[in-house]
């Protein structure tokens, strides 16, 4: 394990995605930096980024937070470049994304494995060339009736969702701090199976 930890958010760049479900991701990310005072808006290898040190604790991270630019399903595209630019091992690495097959509000943690059809975690592991870099999925559910998926991901939290995903953003920040701190087993043990 190296010194730096590289967390990833997943979404589409843009003011129009910026609520919606397929930006879970981003919307995570962007909490995990406002509650530890990081910026997120040095423009790299297509990706917004910020770095610094995360207080846990007691104990001292870097961290290298990241916002793929190039839209989810091409996020490999500046996600490995940075992986490699940083020597980001992938065991350093994890990635927050939206889970169509996840119940709506529930997150799991995953040490590796597939992309399990998520287009933006396909991309990563195409152009990282492996699979067992840690993820937060957090589930958004399936679209409703006979609705496209991709028209679905794309539209905004209603509020009732809101209600479910305000604490949720919360427990993903709690997700990654106790990753950061102890590891992916200990945060698979303590997160997953539970819902907001």
């Known amino acids: 394990m190296g010194e730096l930890k590289m967390i990833v958010g997943l979404g589409n760049p843009g003011p129009q995605y910026a609520k919606n479900r397929h930006n879970i991701g981003f919307q995570c990310l962007e909490r995990f930096a406002l509650q530890h005072r990081l910026g997120i808006d040095k423009l790299q290898m297509k990706a917004l980024t910020g770095s610094g040190v995360v207080l846990l604790d007691g104990g001292r991270h ?10 989810m399903n091409a996020s490999g595209e500046a996600v490995a470049p940075l992986a490699r ?4 091992e992938p065991a350093d690495l994890l990635v927050i994304h939206d889970d169509l097959d996840l119940v709506s509000g529930k997150l799991r943690l995953r040490a590796g494995g597939s992309s399990g059809g998520q287009n933006g ?4 592991i195409d152009r990282l060339g492996v699979q067992d870099f840690a993820r ?3 589930g958004i559910g399936r679209p409703p ?13 209603s509020p009732q969702e809101e209600e479910i995903f305000g604490p949720l953003r919360e427990r993903v920040v709690e997700a990654i701090g106790c990753w950061l701190v102890a590891g992916i087993e200990v945060a698979m043990n303590k997160f997953n199976g539970e819902r907001v």
């Open 136 to 138: 937060a999925r957090v």
């Open 62 to 71: 870097k961290v290298l937070l990241a916002k793929p630019l190039t839209y």
């Open 145 to 157: 009736g006979r609705m496209d998926p991709a028209d679905y991901v794309l539209q905004n939290f």
């Open 121 to 124: 975690i396909k991309s990563i």
């Open 85 to 88: 630019y940083y020597h980001v």
